[in-house]
């Protein structure tokens, strides 16, 4: 998956090439039906599968409702990432609901996504990892009882500034950490399958059976309980990000979306029932750790392989959070539309740090307040995500509309109205949970989206200033080609 940068030799005085030549950056087609369906579902594994049980069990009420709530996350992921495939084969311009919200509804839209994913959803979502993160790597040290909130802090905060260091020190060194814990996290899945299995094998069936008991009935319930399940499933669009990177796109995009999600799906419905075999639903819910007490109950002297597998899922699940969203910012700040400065280049590194460290910064102080546990940074990413997700269903129909001479070699199904239906989905998944039970989360991040208007013009307009120039000599960056602006 390659950005490659060549660098020329530049002037010391004048920062310009001595060759007349700009530094070139280039996406290359590397990415083929393998790699793609290990970007896809090296990202949607990480922390969720390993936490989000508790959240589900608590508004669904039931191990058959959450069940249940587990597979339709996987259908509305699945429904999602096909309107993307006609999206992404439209537009061949890699960023994902930037590119479509700009072609759909122009500037401003698209200014506002990226305003709200570098100031919110980015951040939030590596913070939330992070703090899974911690979570499994301090639990085995307080048995009996939780780690205390600071020292969960302190170690998602080493997460999150080890993981900006190995970004900004090489592209390299990220990509071999992101391969090395995806081979670890399908690890600790397949042994939690088999444990299951086994455990299902010697007639552990208590927990399953009258499984629909007690369901909950409340829409608005429901909804909160998807919200932590669509959180285990986010990065379904990641390959939209790297369109441009796609190796036969017309052919592997639809290829990998219809084997990776379903996959993901599959493993998540068969993890959560192993989870049923040994343990009730209260004791899920009480458990801040759930593969830990899991594994402590089947996999016996060996447990402690779980909570250090898991550690690395979610570690290498930030990794790969944290360069999305580098990748974002440095795309938002090189189109004009964040600061000039986060599109600059490392000179010795060649890695877009500014943007890693804006992006890390952000993510640290969400990690602060004693309201940013795990249910609290949930709602915070999934309550803003879900509205552009939102908007970007609805544009598959406005561009139908628009752009019919567009061409499009993927229509997703007329006859099954997927984006209508996920559109409306969308908005369910808005509106239900204010009205089940509201939170000032809800409230901040709509104040997050709102408030991009106000700096709009500003950061539209400025160019480079008296800071900018400070911050390029501090960090040693390098803007990229003019024209690629």
């Known amino acids: 998956m390659g950005v490659e940068v060549r660098q020329r030799k530049f002037d010391s005085a004048s920062n310009s090439s001595t060759d007349g030549q700009d530094n070139v950056v280039e996406l290359k087609k590397e990415v083929g039906i393998l790699g793609g369906i290990s970007l896809v579902v090296g990202t949607m594994i990480g922390s969720g599968i390993f936490m989000s049980p508790a959240s589900i069990l608590v508004y669904a009420n039931s191990v058959g409702a959450s069940l249940c709530i587990w597979a339709g996350c996987g259908v509305l992921a699945t429904f999602g990432a096909m309107s993307y495939i006609e999206l992404g084969l439209m537009i061949k311009k890699s960023g994902a609901e930037y590119q479509y919200l700009k072609a759909a509804y122009g500037d401003v839209a698209a200014y506002l996504l990226a305003w709200t994913s570098i100031i919110v959803t980015k951040p939030s979502s590596f913070a939330i990892i992070a703090v899974g993160f911690a979570q499994y790597v301090t639990t085995p040290f307080y048995p009996g009882c939780l780690p205390p909130a600071t020292v969960q802090k302190c170690a998602a905060a080493f997460c999150i500034l080890l993981i900006t260091l190995i970004n900004c020190f090489s592209v390299k060194l990220s990509n071999f950490v992101q391969i090395f814990f995806t081979a670890a996290k399908l690890l600790i899945i397949a042994a939690i399958i088999v444990g299951g299995f086994v455990m299902l094998g010697q007639g552990h069936t208590e927990n399953l059976t009258n499984a629909f008991e007690g369901s909950a009935t409340s829409f608005s319930a429901i909804a909160v309980a998807f919200y932590s399940g669509l959180w285990s499933y986010d990065g379904w669009n990641q390959l939209n990000f790297v369109t441009e990177e796609l190796d036969n796109p017309v052919r592997n995009f639809p290829l990998t979306i219809m084997i990776g999600i379903p996959m993901v799906t599959v493993f998540y419905i068969l993890v959560n029932i192993a989870y049923f075999t040994v343990m009730t639903p209260s004791e899920i819910i009480a458990s801040s750790a759930v593969a830990i007490t899991f594994g402590d109950r089947v996999f016996g002297p060996a447990s402690f392989i779980v909570p250090v597998a898991v550690a690395c899922s979610t570690f290498g699940a930030a990794n790969g959070s944290a360069f999305t969203a580098s990748r974002l910012t440095y795309a938002a700040g090189r189109n004009g539309h964040m600061l000039k400065l986060f599109s600059f280049i490392s000179v010795e590194r060649l890695t877009p740090s500014p943007a890693l460290i804006f992006n890390s910064f952000i993510a640290l102080l969400m990690i602060i307040p004693d309201a940013s546990n795990f249910s609290t940074l949930v709602d915070y ?91 390029q000599e501090l960090l040693e960056v390098v803007p990229p080609p003019a024209e690629e602006y």
């Open 381 to 471: 990413f999934t309550f803003a995500s879900w509205i552009f997700y939102g908007a970007t269903f609805l544009s598959v129909l406005v561009l139908r509309y628009r752009r019919p001479d567009w061409e499009r070699p993927y229509r997703v199904s007329v006859f099954l109205p997927i984006p209508a239906i996920c559109f409306i989905a969308s908005l369910y998944l808005i509106v239900a949970p204010i009205i089940e039970s509201p939170q000032l989360a809800y409230l901040y991040a709509a104040i997050f989206i709102v408030a991009g208007l106000i700096f709009y013009f500003p950061l539209i307009y400025f160019k480079k200033g008296p800071l900018t120039s400070f911050l």
